[in-house]
Structure formats: structure tokens, C-alpha cells
């Protein structure tokens, strides 16, 4: 099984409706994140937690919110999806020291 | 300001010869890291390596090093030896501590290697 789990790997979605991205990991992991990747963009990140009391925004926050539900979940929901979030979405785990993150396999989102 | 910069879009090279991928990057924090990051077409994000900025040596990762240049602020990914399967888009990133340890991404080169 993977470290960093996320459903759905793809979704295409209409305008208007709200949508769940969730995540999951067996790291045992404190730091997770929420990334967004647009062609030729890189990697933005939208929302971080440090653990499950602390959540703070990204770059790109807006339109987007986050639940963390324990350590090991982290969910990002799109509240109002419009058509310029469709991108490919990246949930991503680390130690306290951030020697590295870990990524999920990516979900594809797109908003007809 | 950015804070990684990769100016080399694309990058062609011959299988079996040896590639540099430029990154430079842009902090105050005297304590940071750097990755990079292989993406293939299917899209997931495969870690390679990492070098703290502490660290005296350049980090080596089987084919993988880096090349890193404290003072000019640069921490270039050479591969050596290409393979047909080193073919995909490449991410340099850096974490600050004293930004909470985010994590910063440049936008990436597509590798394409020729046999």
C-alpha cells in the first residue's frame, strides 16, 4: 500500500458543485499539505497543517478549505467548483524536521 | 520574488551521457533544504535527493547528485549515465524553517533522453 493515499485518482466534476479530495497516510506524519499543479506553474501550495489543531493557508487558498480529522487525514474540499480549478491536486506528508515530503499519487480534477 | 528558479523548460540528452538541470533559489533563512523531484507521465512525484544547507558535501544519490553552490545560491541536479526511463518533468524545491518549513517549487524541466 502506499504511504500517502488519494481518492478519487480522478473526478470530473460540474460547475457550481461541491467536491472532496481526500488523503490519507501510514507515515505517521505530523506535516501534511495540500498542492495544486497547474502546466508550467510548478507545484502551489493551497493549505498546510502542522498537526491536527493547526491549519494555515497557502498561496492559493482561496475557494478551498481543509479538514485535518487526525494526523493521518487531510481532506480538501472545493466549496463552489468553478472551471479554473482543474488542475491536478497533490496531497503531500513530512516529518517535523522536513527532510522530505512524501506525495500522493495526485488526483485529477476537472470542472465542466 | 520567487523563491526556486529552473530557466531550462526543456532539456534534451543522449542515453548514456550525463545531463545538468539548473536550479537557483532565493532565501534569507540560514537554514534550508533542497530536493529534487522526478514526475513521469503518470504523473506521480518520486523524491531523489536532498541537501541540507548545512551540509559540507554535495549530496549523491546512485546516478543522482547535486551540485550544490552555497554562496551563488544554486543546487544543480546532474544525472549521470541517462536512461530512456530518466525521461520526465524535474522539480528543484526548497523548505525554509523560519517560513514554517513550507515547501517552495519551481516550475520544473521536461528531460527527454534519446537513445
Known sequence: DADVTQTPRNRITKTGKRIMLECSQTKGHDRMYWYRQDPGLGLQLIYYSFDVKDINKGEISDGYSVSRQAQAKFSLSLESAIPNQTALYFCATSDNLGVEAFFG???RLTVV | A??????QPGMFVQEKEAVTLDCTYDTSD???GLFWYKQP???EMIFLIYQGSYDQQNATEGRYSLNFQKARKSANLVISASQLGD????FCAMREVNTGNQFYFGTGTSLTVIP
Open chain 2, 87 to 90: 525521461s520526465a518533468m524535474y
Open chain 2, 2 to 7: 520567487q523563491k526556486i528558479t529552473q530557466t
Open chain 1, 105 to 107: 499519487q495526485g488526483t
Open chain 2, 30 to 32: 540560514p537554514s534550508y
Open chain 2, 41 to 43: 507521465s503518470s504523473g
